[in-house]
């Protein structure tokens, strides 16, 4: 059963939601105002999805969504009456997955939820993938200057240079990443 919590300024309208959701299969952990500590009840509750109704997101809502994208990293749905282009485009750059305007009914809740869950886990493995390709262009980075370095002090060539950093890495049990880096740094102590 997925855990939800609600931020919601108007108690009433967050009773309801809870009880949509509650019929729907989900478990409420938290209902909360926007102007209580997002951060520490997310800690407290760990809900699986956030969900937020709001009449319109004002700054400060917008910052609390872009707090919780970078250190909470959860699905977040929005529902809200305000379809103003330049805060439906700030807050799904804050990391709100769904943006919904005047959508909150029982019957959509559900799909509204699931799919939020799904552009959410789609946009994990996207980062995840641009962490992983910047990681190993760092790497071929290093590799390429400590190439250029042997290259310069042994007068060889770019492929003696390549079997010369290999080697050393192989000798060390080391990447070849790491193998290069150590040669850097021995370089600037030496310089």
């Known amino acids: 059963m997925l855990r939800v919590m609600i931020v919601d300024e108007k108690p009433e309208r967050a009773a309801l939601l809870e009880d949509a959701l509650h019929n729907t299969g989900y478990e409420v952990v938290a ?9 520490t009840r997310i800690v ?94 760092a790497e071929r980075k290093v590799i390429e200057r400590a190439k250029g370095l042997i290259m310069q002090q042994r007068h060889c060539t770019e492929q003696e240079a390549y079997q010369a950093l290999r080697k050393l890495a192989m000798a060390g049990n080391q990447r070849l990443a790491e193998a290069a880096g150590n040669v850097l740094s021995a370089a600037q102590l030496l310089i």
């Open 31 to 39: 209902r909360l105002t926007a102007n209580e500590d997002l951060q």
């Open 44 to 137: 407290e509750s760990q809900p699986d999805v956030i969900v937020i109704d709001v009449d319109s997101p004002d700054r400060d809502t917008l910052e609390h969504m872009c707090c919780i994208g970078h250190t909470s990293q959860r699905p977040v749905v929005m529902f809200t009456h305000d379809d103003d282009k330049e805060k439906i485009r700030i807050a799904m750059r804050a990391g709100v997955s769904a943006y919904i305007v005047n959508g909150l009914s029982n019957e959509r809740i559900k799909p509204i939820i699931e799919v939020a869950i799904a552009r959410f886990q789609e946009y994990q493995s996207l980062r995840a993938d641009l962490a992983k390709a910047n990681n190993a262009l």
